[in-house]
């Protein structure tokens, strides 16, 4: 990719503004230096992230679905819904929804009345509460009128030890306190990731999609385990795989594995990983690796190095 080593979000912190849809940026941020247990960052203050012991951080792409899990819940939205009259006639359940959230006298119901819980793959993984009265909002959106179950839904936050919300009706799953959520189409999602310079836009996109599906139907990956939160990071915001992919399936090679490796660079108390993206020739059969260095030390995954080629070491003795 001519000028994309890597699309990566701004780092966004809760309580700042609110927000685009996915964003994508060119250059990694450079060298990690592991920071000594004793030592200080002035400027950090009040926006470290780095998960303290016993604090886990959550990635995860799947779907974002609003549950009624009490009696109380249904009954109340019903009575919302019954407010809106003969205009909802023709429509359907989603349509409902959308316009019951919509009416601004209804804004107390998703934060009190809905439980809201991601699936990965279809599976119940995880609840999830929002910190910030904005990232209601953007849970609304998530359930959009025309959905589609190749939608793409991404949250990210912290594992909670806080109990199971009481709107959730003692539902056992994991709580993660929500500092950020994208949705998108998946066809927009594929259009958003810049097409390298040269490439056919069409054939560059059809590489991506390729890639994408392959990778998230293939792993157990719930969102919670460093590697499995660096390779949907990878998923959404590197762009440079896609390119590396695009140009692999020119130059006759399949699409072989993404990888998530510990990184020699993991020193102290910084989590440093490699993402080996691997292609093997059509003809030769020869594998081909490049990888990247991403740091998974906070909350969002960040860029140390781009892609370049992997060397594999063997110890001789």
Same mark, same amino acid.
């Given at each position: 990719?001519?000028?994309?080593?890597?699309?990566?979000?701004?780092?966004?912190?809760?309580?700042?503004?609110? #927000?685009?849809?996915?964003?994508?940026?060119?250059?990694?941020? &450079?060298?990690?230096? #592991?920071?000594?247990?004793?030592?200080?960052?002035?400027?950090? +203050?009040?926006?470290?992230?780095?998960?303290?012991? @016993?604090?886990?951080?959550?990635? &995860?792409?799947?779907?974002?679905?609003?549950?009624?899990?009490?009696?109380?819940?249904?009954?109340?939205? !019903?009575?919302?819904?019954?407010?809106?009259?003969?205009?909802?006639?023709?429509?359907?359940?989603?349509?409902?929804?959308?316009?019951?959230?919509?009416?601004?006298?209804?804004? %107390?119901?998703?934060?009190?009345?809905?439980?809201?819980?991601?699936?990965?793959?279809?599976?119940?993984?995880?609840?999830?509460?929002?910190?910030?009265?904005?990232?209601?909002?953007?849970?609304?959106?998530?359930?959009? $009128?025309?959905?589609?179950?190749?939608?793409?839904?991404?949250?990210?936050?912290?594992?909670?030890?806080?109990?199971?919300?009481?709107?959730?009706?003692?539902?056992?799953?994991?709580?993660?306190?929500? =500092?950020?959520?994208?949705?998108? &189409?998946?066809?927009?999602?594929?259009?958003?990731? #810049?097409?390298?310079?040269?490439?056919? #836009? =069409?054939?560059?996109? =059809?590489?991506? @999609?390729?890639?994408?599906?392959? $990778?998230?139907?293939?792993?157990?990956?719930?969102?919670?385990?460093? /590697?499995?939160?660096?390779?949907?990071?990878?998923?959404?915001?590197?762009?440079?795989?896609?390119?590396?992919?695009?140009?692999?399936?020119?130059?006759?090679?399949?699409?072989?594995?993404?990888?998530?490796?510990?990184?020699?660079?993991?020193? @102290?108390?910084?989590?440093? %990983?490699?993402?080996?993206?691997?292609? !093997?020739?059509?003809?030769? &059969?020869?594998?081909?690796?490049? %990888?990247?260095?991403?740091? +998974?030390? /906070?909350?969002?995954?960040?860029?140390?190095?781009?892609?370049?080629?992997?060397?594999?070491?063997?110890?001789?003795?």
């Amino acid at each position: 990719m001519e000028h994309a080593e890597r699309i990566e979000s701004a780092d966004f912190l809760p309580g700042d503004a609110q #927000p685009a849809a996915l964003t994508f940026e060119n250059e990694p941020l &450079g060298a990690v230096t #592991p920071q000594a247990a004793s030592g200080s960052c002035p400027s950090c +203050a009040g926006r470290s992230r780095i998960a303290p012991p @016993g604090r886990n951080f959550f990635y &995860g792409i799947g779907q974002v679905v609003p549950y009624l899990n009490t009696r109380s819940a249904e009954s109340e939205f !019903r009575q919302a819904a019954a407010r809106l009259g003969s205009s909802t006639a023709q429509l359907n359940d989603r349509e409902v929804f959308k316009r019951v959230m919509d009416d601004p006298k209804n804004r %107390y119901l998703p934060a009190e009345l809905f439980c809201w819980v991601m699936t990965v793959q279809r599976v119940e993984t995880v609840i999830l509460v929002p910190r910030r009265d904005w990232v209601i909002q953007d849970l609304i959106d998530t359930y959009s $009128v025309d959905q589609d179950p190749r939608d793409i839904h991404v949250a990210i936050g912290t594992v909670s030890n806080q109990p199971v919300p009481p709107q959730c009706n003692q539902l056992q799953l994991p709580v993660v306190a929500v =500092d950020q959520v994208y949705h998108s &189409g998946r066809k927009d999602f594929l259009e958003s990731i #810049p097409v390298p310079s040269g490439a056919d #836009p =069409d054939r560059f996109r =059809d590489a991506a @999609g390729q890639v994408f599906d392959q $990778v998230l139907s293939q792993s157990d990956n719930a969102g919670f385990k460093d /590697e499995d939160r660096v390779k949907n990071w990878a998923l959404i915001k590197f762009g440079a795989l896609y390119a590396a992919a695009a140009k692999a399936f020119a130059d006759n090679c399949s699409f072989h594995s993404l990888e998530v490796l510990p990184s020699a660079l993991g020193l @102290g108390t910084r989590s440093i %990983y490699d993402v080996v993206a691997g292609f !093997r020739s059509r003809e030769s &059969g020869v594998l081909q690796k490049q %990888y990247a260095t991403v740091d +998974a030390s /906070e909350v969002r995954p960040v860029l140390v190095s781009g892609f370049r080629p992997w060397v594999e070491t063997r110890s001789w003795t």
